[in-house]
């Protein structure tokens, strides 16, 4: 049983970088182009996002892209991103506002995860301690600012636990310190675990290779997070998506097209 009626995928921006920070000591001189992505699951007790993107005015707007952007400190350059793929022109799509979400679920708090809040703000976010506590701009240059953090209404939790009847929170730590996977009963066909950052890549996945950037170097926590999802996966009969694999993205449905 699960309170899931329908869930889109949806495109808010496209990047292009080093395959060496999807892949761990594989890749390097290879780029790659990787979609940012956000999930919308629409529930019989309200509307739920997973993750949210970038900010689109770092992006667009010159000094701030500069800042944020800067390629002596950042090792890749901005995301493509344009006006029609902010979260609340695309939710305008489903006749929907920002108002309309209920709750933001973080994977983590990376810039392309996490960054996209100031166009959503007003639901509460759910969000890791552990994440939290460790989201410092000094030690991983993808958190970038403290804007957001200090502005969300958190929900701080620990753990994993139910969101909603057949959406649950699954720990999968090693990309970063919190970050958080989410499996998705669909009302029909197969359950759906959304990998998030836990693997960015098919590659990832199926080779079991950790992502390029760990926390605190922590590859052996990232890998064993890859086998937790794909040994339940294969228990439950799931599928396990990726998250910045353009190929595997070009064979899901094009918003505003959905599952149900």
Known sequence: MTSVTKFWPILTATHHYDKSISTYNRGTGQTIEAPILAYLIETKNGRILYDVGCDYNKINNPIQRAKYYNTETFLFDAPNMDESQRLPNQLAKLGLSAADIDVIFLGHLHFDHAG?????????????????????????????????????????????????????AITSPGHTAGHMSLWIEMPHGAPII????????????????????????????????????????????????????????????TFPEFYS
């Open 116 to 168: 996209g809040l100031c166009d959503v703000c007003g639901a509460e976010v759910h969000i890791q301690a552990e994440e939290l506590a460790n989201a410092n701009p000094k030690d991983d240059v993808a958190y970038f600012d403290n804007e957001i953090i200090a502005q969300a209404n958190w929900q701080v939790k620990q753990g994993e636990y139910d969101l909603s009847l057949g959406v649950r």
């Open 194 to 253: 959304l990998a998030g950052d836990a693997a960015d890549l098919t590659e990832n996945i199926v080779d079991e290779v950790a992502p390029g950037n760990c926390w605190r170097n922590q590859t052996d926590l990232a890998v064993a997070s890859i086998r937790k999802l794909k040994a339940l996966a294969a228990t439950e009969k799931a599928a396990l998506w990726p998250n910045h694999d353009i190929s595997f993205w070009k064979t899901l449905r």
